[in-house]
């Protein structure tokens, strides 16, 4: 069995790089947003704790990061936990919280995903939130990838869209007080510049089904995003899902070329 | 080996193509009629968005008038299913340019236009609601062609109020100037946001110049030599959502007036203001761009730019259907 078990695996591998290949053939997004949504419901449906659930949306998280990376995607930006999900229970959020500090450490671990394909992690959103045992892990992990220069992993956590414009505004006022700029001075490029991520996503990916952008990354998406809605739940997430969301991309920059 | 990669991707499109187009008409012939405007639904949107895409080459007399039809065919279902506020946005600032034409036109019954911030028109032609009174916005509100000019605050957002006019008492009829600053909370009224570019991310920057320049001027008249700000979500709030702007919708419906250029066509936001969609269920089916038939869809053949279209009650019937269906968790 384990040696069946090896074909197999050597078998998918092949198959999805040679699948990944073909897709890379053609326009590729270079900055790829998702909201990791549908990690309870997915537990619910298989009758597993929670926590299972938040686990396998790890797992998820991992296998499209991979993806995204052999196919030539330069970022991948993660709606890891909304500054909104501190209301859930606190044994939940006390979960979620010790799988963030697992993970953290566990991605970028010597010869790890991040360290294999040369990604930086950046922590985006209100980390003073986080507790201090999370905070360290982020820390550490963000300096142990911070000389990554092929690609960049943005975990948003914790996070919401609002905080973010807010905190981008009152930035951009006061390094303008401080430079004595004028008023008629500041333009949206000043906001674009003190956001937390830099560039706005090609694509946009929410899963479980919901319709909604929850407080994600709403200055970024409001203009030439395009924003994918499945009903698969996160954990289910794949490359059989992945595959139409490249090829819609790939009609669209084709249909625009001159 | 990369000639083989395209080709077999060439292939591939091809084939997607075929099952997607497959998959329209199935959903095309499979799906169910919607629920009357009127029809008691679990949940109602208390505010609605409608999103009209207009293709940047294809605005034209004819996309105009699809525009303003949709505006007040939407504006008339959404009364009749109990909405009690409308929002509509387009790119091109076409509606907003138009809003004299939607005023005069628009009927919602037995209720008439009021301009938010038009002191002068026709108070005198109007009966107001003898309690409460009709919000006065004073200059709120510009007038399309001046959304560039922010300096008052102005968030390019075009605000017409649809009072329900009360019967006429013989000894009690009363026609007077409002005064009030509060909206009208009258439950029968309307509200009806009209937005452009100017009401979207520049008016978040215009917002942030008045800051600027307020603790500038703050700073001249106390001679402090350092002044750093400090802005909440809520202070933003108050402003964007404010009177001289709009509140969130709860739910947002894409119609495009222009043919789309690709099926299936994903979702996008084409510069709708950003601040007030955080929680906006969004009605929009990739594989069902309403109204248009796809079933003489030619991928080979360049799209008629001419053709426009204007917005479908079954499809906004059943974007308040769906609406009726979505679940809201809040983050818990």
New interface residues.
């Given amino acids: 069995m384990s040696l069946f078990r090896q074909c197999y695996d050597w078998l998918y591998t092949q198959t999805q790089d040679t699948v990944l290949?073909?897709?890379?053939?053609?326009p590729i997004p270079q900055h790829v947003a998702f909201v990791m949504d549908g990690n309870r419901r997915y537990a619910r449906r298989k009758h597993a704790k929670v926590q299972q659930g938040h686990s396998d949306g790890f797992l998820a998280l991992r296998r499209m990061l991979e993806i995204c990376l052999k196919l030539g995607v330069r970022c991948v930006t993660a709606y890891a936990f909304?500054?909104?999900?501190?209301?859930?229970s606190p044994e939940e959020v006390g979960a979620l919280m010790s799988l963030a500090e697992e993970k953290l450490q566990e991605l970028c671990q010597h010869g790890g995903l991040l360290q294999q394909h040369g990604v930086r992690l950046n922590v985006l959103g209100r980390k003073e939130l986080l507790p201090e045992r999370v905070q360290i892990a982020a820390r550490r992990a963000e300096e142990m990838t911070r000389q990554n220069d092929r690609a960049i992993l943005n975990l948003c956590m914790p996070y919401?869209?609002?905080?973010e414009?807010?905190t981008a505004?009152?930035s951009?006022?006061?390094d303008?007080?401080a430079e004595d700029?004028s008023?008629?001075s500041?333009?949206?490029s000043?906001?674009d510049d003190h956001l937390m991520t830099s560039t706005p996503p090609d694509v946009l990916v929410r899963t479980s089904g919901?319709?909604?952008?929850?407080?994600f990354l709403?200055?970024q998406?409001?203009?030439?995003?395009?924003?994918?809605?499945t009903a698969t739940y996160w954990p289910d997430f794949g490359l059989l899902d992945f595959i139409?969301?490249i090829?819609?991309y790939?009609?669209?920059v084709w249909?625009r070329a001159p | 080996m990369s000639w083989l990669a395209s080709l077999v991707l060439w292939v591939v499109h091809l084939v997607y193509s075929l099952v997607t187009s497959v998959h329209a008409l199935r959903i095309s012939f499979a799906k169910s009629i919607p629920e009357p405007l009127s029809a008691h639904r679990r949940r109602v949107p208390e505010h609605l968005a409608l999103l009209l895409v207009v293709d940047d080459e294809a605005v034209n007399t004819k996309s105009i008038a699809c525009c303003l039809k949709s505006v007040r065919n939407a504006a008339a279902w959404a009364k009749a299913a109990g909405v009690r506020r409308l929002t509509v946005y387009d790119r091109q600032s076409i509606i907003t340019k138009e809003f004299r034409d939607i005023q005069r036109t628009l009927d919602l019954g037995n209720s008439s236009a009021h301009l938010a911030g038009d002191t002068d028109s026709s108070d005198s032609d109007y009966e107001y609601p003898l309690t409460p009174p009709l919000s006065d916005e004073g200059d709120s509100t510009p007038l399309p062609g001046t959304g560039d000019d922010l300096t008052n605050q102005h968030f390019g957002v075009v605000t017409l109020h649809f009072p329900e006019v009360q019967k006429k008492r013989p000894s009690s009829v009363k026609r007077r100037r409002a005064k009030s600053t509060k909206e009208a909370s009258n439950e029968r009224s309307f509200v009806l946001h009209l937005l452009s570019p100017a009401s979207s991310k520049v008016a978040i920057t215009a917002m942030a110049r008045s800051v600027l320049r307020g603790v500038k001027e703050t700073k001249g008249q106390i001679g402090t030599s350092s002044k750093t700000v400090n802005l909440s979500t809520g202070d933003i709030n108050c402003v964007l959502e404010g009177p001289h702007g709009f509140p969130s919708p709860d739910l947002m419906v894409v119609h495009y007036v222009s043919k789309p250029k690709q099926n299936p066509l994903p979702l996008e936001l084409h510069g709708f203001p950003p601040w007030q969609i955080r929680l906006t269920e969004i009605s929009h089916d990739p594989h069902r761009p309403a109204s248009w038939n796809w079933s003489g869809f030619n991928p080979f053949k360049s799209r008629d730019l001419s053709t426009a279209s204007e917005l479908n009650e079954l499809d906004f019937r059943m974007a308040l259907d769906d609406y009726a269906l979505a679940e809201m968790r809040f983050g818990k």
Avoid at chain 1, 21 to 26: D, F
Avoid at chain 1, 160 to 163: A, E, F, K, V
Avoid at chain 1, 210 to 215: A, E
Avoid at chain 1, 221 to 229: L, N, R, Y
């Fill in positions: 290949s073909v897709l890379a053939a053609g909304s500054i909104e999900n501190f209301k859930r919401t869209s609002r905080d414009i807010t505004i009152e951009t006022i006061n303008a007080l700029r008023p008629a500041l333009s949206e000043d906001i919901v319709k909604r952008l929850s407080d709403l200055w998406c409001c203009e030439d995003t395009q924003i994918q809605f139409p969301i090829l819609d790939q009609r669209k249909s």
